[in-house]
């Protein structure tokens, strides 16, 4: 289907048309998924086992209302995320503006680290700082002269290989399935609290499951016809990023319960480790291959994503105030992606965190991306709420129905409750 469509619908919504679709919604969850929350979810389990698989049930049907509620924005309003928290007034976009472009700026030094890590455990010749400059610019390049189509064919096959390694790993080490399946009962260990939160709001959520729609439309996807086809992507993606968080909560259960695991993206390195030390070597180098194919996918789809975002955001920033809210047909993902603003944000996420990467990614710096993320999904699942239950805004089919209202409800308490735990953080 060409991204030109605006009003044709597809030919048919069986399963099969569905699933040969299938691209936006496995982008958006893998990008989501970064080497911060394997770490957190192999933590859990270290010290937890399968006590807080629940978590995990609970944080992706968190997602996937998330998820599905960015794509029916998108495809029922004819309008843009952006162009939507413009009605809500300049503070809406004002506070997106001001976020997007610090978050930009410590997120480019973590995601640059993140994968140059693996690299430099199985190339050691070159350090961690080089080997994530190189990350990035690879990045760069790659979003800076390739486009959407070529994007997603990369981050598939990308996708791909983490999750049959990480899988993979998770069945050699050999999963307890009956606590597997108790641990469906919610539960609460001592000081487990915050590690359960952080699986339900942690995994897979960040400011990328804002740039959802946006990959709908470059799909070709623009009118409520498509509502079924977004609403399969949207849960295949989730549902495979569960599957995969699922496996690092057995690794860390069978593999490393009861032992201290430092609590960073060395932590995988860690892991890797371990396997190569009670499986031999050929076990270590598959999951490093994995490791570099989560953090590097989660590189790429901000790159492309966030980027999207930005120029989305110039474009409405620059409207007249007394200017109508533009629709999506205003809006041309071709024209996004070759802007000037798209290519600023993506030249400010590659070169200027690279002079963090000489502070060898201090302990600060982590907590600051900590508390960025925090800030962004109360922000997303509360304007959601509004404007997918406005009358003038959303038509009457689409309008959001009691069970969308209260999973949106839920997470704006979860992540709202995570913010003010990251920010206590910060301050103590």
């Known amino acids: 289907m060409s991204a030109d469509v605006t009003s044709e619908g597809p030919a048919t919504t069986g399963w099969r048309a569905r699933l040969t679709q299938i691209g936006p919604g496995v982008m958006a969850a ?7 929350d394997l770490v957190a979810t192999m933590v859990a389990g270290s010290r937890y086992g399968y006590t807080l698989f629940w978590a995990v049930v609970v944080g992706t049907v968190f997602k996937l209302a998330l998820g599905e509620a960015v794509g029916r924005w998108h495809l ?5 995320l952006l162009s939507g928290w413009r009605t809500l007034g300049r503070w809406a976009t004002g506070y997106f503006g001001v976020y997007v472009v610090l978050w930009g700026f410590v997120y480019g030094a973590t995601a640059m680290s993140a994968s140059a890590l693996p690299l430099n455990a199985m190339f050691p010749a070159l350090s961690v700082r080089y080997w994530a400059m190189l990350c990035g610019l690879a990045g760069l390049a790659l979003v800076w002269f390739g486009r959407y189509a070529l994007l997603e064919k990369v981050m598939t096959v990308l996708i791909g290989v983490m999750f049959v390694t990480v899988v993979a790993t998770a069945i050699l080490v050999g999963p307890n399935l009956t606590a597997l399946g108790g641990g469906l009962v919610p539960s609460l260990p001592d000081g487990s609290i ?34 079924p086809f977004m609403r399969t992507d949207n849960a295949t993606g989730y549902l495979t ?23 960073g993206d060395e932590g995988l390195l860690y892991l890797a480790d371990t396997l190569a030390a009670d499986y031999g070597q050929w076990a270590r180098i598959p999951f490093l291959v994995g ?10 789809g901000v790159w492309n994503g966030v980027s999207l975002l930005f120029a989305d955001w110039w474009r409405t920033w620059r409207l007249p105030r007394e200017a109508k809210p533009e629709t999506a047909g205003d809006y041309t993902h071709k024209a996004g992606e070759r802007s000037t603003s798209f290519r600023l944000y993506l030249l400010w996420l590659t070169f200027p965190p690279m002079a963090l990467l000489f502070l060898d990614r201090p302990f600060q710096l982590t907590i600051i991306y900590g508390v960025l993320g925090a800030l962004f999904m109360p922000f997303l699942a509360g304007t959601l709420l509004v404007l997918l239950n406005s009358p003038t805004l959303m038509p009457a089919q689409q309008r959001s129905r009691w069970l969308s209202n209260t999973v949106l409800a839920l997470c ?14 910060l301050l103590t």
């Open 30 to 36: 893998a990008t989501g998924v970064g080497a911060g």
């Open 76 to 80: 029922s309003s004819d309008r843009t």
């Open 194 to 227: 915050v590690y359960a939160l952080g699986l339900m709001g942690g995994v897979g959520g960040t400011i990328t499951m804002a740039a959802y729609g946006y990959w709908t439309f470059a799909k070709g996807w623009r009118s409520p016809k498509w509502l």
């Open 241 to 263: 990023t569960g599957i995969f968080v699922v496996a690092m909560l057995v690794i860390g259960s069978e593999l490393l319960l009861g032992r201290r695991i430092i609590e």
């Open 291 to 300: 490791f570099l194919s989560v953090t590097f996918t989660s590189l790429i």
């Open 412 to 425: 704006l308490v979860l992540f709202v409750t995570l913010a003010v735990n990251e920010l206590v953080g």
